[in-house]
């Protein structure tokens, strides 16, 4: 049973351009979180999504930032536009649901994003 | 929101003494407080997690306690190793909040031989 897969791993893109990452859950997972962690920061939660639908986008900034899970395929956080202040690792997460308190969330490898 | 304060920052050891690390949080709604690993340039691995409903879990070498009256959870890890270097995060969520996790601000565990 493969893990929760993201790509690219790395990604350098210069001011002004877009950044597309993707997270695959783990099998069986429909439920993904995004998080992003600043060079030697913790964790912040940005957006909440299960399939065809955002649940929870209040960790998200307002502009530029946007996140999908579509019927098909992977989930996608789209930056448009970035500016250097966007470089940080992003990871995505995926969850089984089936507890009423506490389900565990699987951690992807992240997508190291560098601006330019 | 919910606040997760987490201390110390950084924490040294020798191996085989123990170390422990301690989280507070705000919200009392909070149910559910997992602990992460991370080494460096690698994926936040989850290596423990308690309820609500129970005041301590052990695994091994790692035990975390909950005291919900006081809102602070800590992670034990005993006979450390040099393997257990790495940087340590506590989180918190609740049920009516779609599970997502309000992190600490971590702890760089350095064990040394």
């Known amino acids: 049973n493969a893990g929760v897969m993201q790509n690219p791993r790395h990604l350098v893109r210069r001011r002004g351009q877009e950044a597309r990452l993707r997270c695959s859950p783990m099998k069986g997972h429909s439920h993904v979180y995004w998080y992003r962690q600043l060079p030697e920061e913790g964790l912040k939660f940005m957006v909440y999504l299960q399939k065809e639908n955002i649940i929870d986008e209040s960790g998200m900034p307002k502009e530029r930032f946007s996140a999908e899970f579509p019927k098909e395929g992977p989930s996608i956080l789209r930056i448009q536009q970035v500016v250097r202040g966007d470089s940080a690792a992003y990871f995505c997460a995926s969850s089984p649901i089936k507890q009423v308190i506490g389900n565990e969330q699987f951690f992807g490898p992240g997508t190291r994003l560098t601006v330019l | 929101g919910e606040n997760v304060e987490q201390h110390p920052s950084t924490l040294s050891v020798q191996e085989g003494d123990s170390a422990v690390i301690k989280c507070t949080y705000s919200?009392?709604?909070?149910?559910?407080f997992p602990w992460y690993k991370q080494e460096l340039g690698k994926r936040p691995q989850l290596i423990i997690d308690?309820?609500?409903?129970?005041g301590e879990k052990k695994d091994q070498r790692i035990a975390v306690t909950l005291n919900k009256t006081a809102k602070h959870f800590s992670l034990h890890i005993t006979e450390t190793q040099p393997e257990d270097s790495a940087v340590y995060f506590c989180a918190a969520s609740k049920t009516d909040s779609w599970g997502k996790l309000q992190f600490g601000a971590g702890t760089q565990v350095v064990v040394t031989p």
């Open positions: 919200d009392s709604a909070s149910n559910y």
């Open positions: 308690i309820r609500s409903n129970v």
